[in-house]
Every structure is written in C-alpha cells, then in structure tokens.
C-alpha cells in the first residue's frame, strides 16, 4: 500500500508564506513524478506545480514567481513552497504522485487527503 499524506496547510494572511509538504510512504519501488493540484469551492482541480524524475518543472501560470515544488527523494516527500499569497490562493491543496510499488507492478498515480490553505485580506 502506498500512502500520500500531506501538511502545512493553515490560514495565512495575504502577502505570507507557507509551505506544504507530502510525504509518501509505503511499498515504493520508484516514484516518477510529483505534484500539487488545488481545488478552490465551486471550482475543478486544478495542476498547480510538477516535478518529473528529470528534474523538470512547470507550473500554472497563475502561481510562476510565486510557488516553487521541490523534492527529498531520501524522504520521498515533495514540498510546496508558496510565497506572496493571493486570496484567489484560497483551496484545498492535493498532491499527487506517479509511483511504481514494486519492480513486477506498473505505475499509479496516487492522491493524498489534501490540505486546506485560506488565504486572508
């Protein structure tokens, strides 16, 4: 079983930081991609960061400059970092991940619970 759990969300005035972290755990042979998708009320999920095995990221626009994802690979956790927020920041926050359980098994995108981020004026 492999597990994603995130944390770090909170409440945050406008202009702050925070960041998220997302730990997976469990039978993890290779994990190939990470990322972070946000849904805000009323709202479909949205891709906000992801980061490949290579190294490479892309973000949606909304968030370049401001966000940046990164990753422990010893700690198999990726982490959200989140500067200068904006109201419209306002979701609850998913990461998500592409990992490989064992050698024998393809790969699978697994969620975690999510984690709410409030953004104030």
């Known amino acids: 079983q492999v597990q994603l759990v995130e944390s770090g969300g909170g409440l945050v005035q406008a202009g702050g930081s925070l960041r998220l972290s997302c730990a997976a755990s469990g039978s993890i042979f290779e994990i190939n991609a990470m990322a972070w998708y946000r849904q805000a009320p009323g709202k479909p999920r949205e891709l906000v960061a992801i980061?490949?095995?290579?190294?490479?990221?892309n973000y949606v626009d909304s968030v370049k400059g401001r966000f940046t994802i990164s990753r422990d690979n010893a700690k198999n956790t990726a982490y959200l970092q989140m500067n200068s927020l904006k109201l419209e920041d306002t979701a609850v926050y998913y990461c998500?991940?592409?990992?490989?359980?064992?050698?024998?098994?393809?790969?699978?995108?697994?969620w975690g619970q999510g984690t709410q981020v409030t953004v104030s004026s």
């Open positions: 980061l490949a095995n290579g190294g490479n990221t």
């Open positions: 998500n991940a592409v990992i490989r359980p064992t050698i024998r098994t393809p790969s699978t995108h697994y």
